[in-house]
């Protein structure tokens, strides 16, 4: 069944070292997303890319990086967690028209130590 | 943005039909309304979507209003396995931003 696969499903790491969490899709989608879920919160939309080209929303950190080397792949970085950085991150993809619905991924539950 | 308002809880009894409502005052027209749930420790699952006109799926009706700045989704016969977190989203083309939703509690 095509799917939004995320790994690793759990994750924890120390205080400021490098953490990387990946997607991948096989629905052949051009957008990408990525979004924060802190508990008891809605999700929080930190970027998408549609296909290459990369878009920030105004309020993440700069310490959360993404890539996206092809259509299948994306990864999002975090380059110095931060206790405050525990939370559940999902991935979603879609095609760019409001009539798509997303897809979304299992997620990734971040533990930051 | 355009913003969604959403009651925080609801309860239902089991095998009852639930309405979920969901306002959303300041919708484009080029905007479309989306449902999605979120069961405990999972990712958001797709509901239904629409533009105008009331929309059926297996899952769910979404009832949306003459004017759009209303909508409801309705499950016809809610089961245990219906508790979740019901987001009510305006997606536009380029991304879709959740509100606070509303936590349905569906008692046996």
């Given amino acids: 069944d ?88 999902l991935c979603a993809t879609s095609r760019l028209q409001g009539t798509y619905g997303y897809t979304f991924g299992s997620g990734t539950r971040l533990t930051v130590v | 943005d355009a913003k969604t308002t959403q009651p925080n809880s609801m309860e239902s009894n089991e095998e009852e039909p639930v309405h979920l409502p969901c306002n959303h005052s300041t919708i484009s027209g080029t905007d479309y309304i989306h449902w999605y749930r979120q069961l405990p420790s999972q990712g958001p699952e797709y509901v239904i979507h629409g533009l105008t006109s009331n929309v059926n799926n297996r899952m769910a009706s979404l009832a949306i209003a003459e004017d759009r700045k209303s909508s409801t989704l309705i499950l016809h016969r809610a089961t245990l396995r219906d508790a979740a977190v019901y987001y009510c989203i305006l997606r536009d083309m380029n991304d879709m931003r959740f509100g606070a939703g509303t936590r349905l509690t569906v008692k046996p």
């Fill in chain 1, 2 to 89: 095509a799917m939004v696969i995320q790994n690793p499903r759990y994750q924890v790491t120390q205080f400021g070292k490098p953490v990387t969490l990946s997607c991948s899709q096989t629905l052949n989608h051009n957008v990408m997303y990525w979004y924060q879920q802190k508990s008891s919160q809605a999700p929080k939309l930190l970027f998408h890319y549609y296909d290459k080209d990369f878009n920030n929303e105004a309020d993440t950190p700069d310490n959360f990086q993404s890539r996206r080397p092809n259509t299948s792949f994306c990864f999002l970085d975090i380059r110095s967690p931060g206790l405050g950085d525990t939370a559940m991150y």
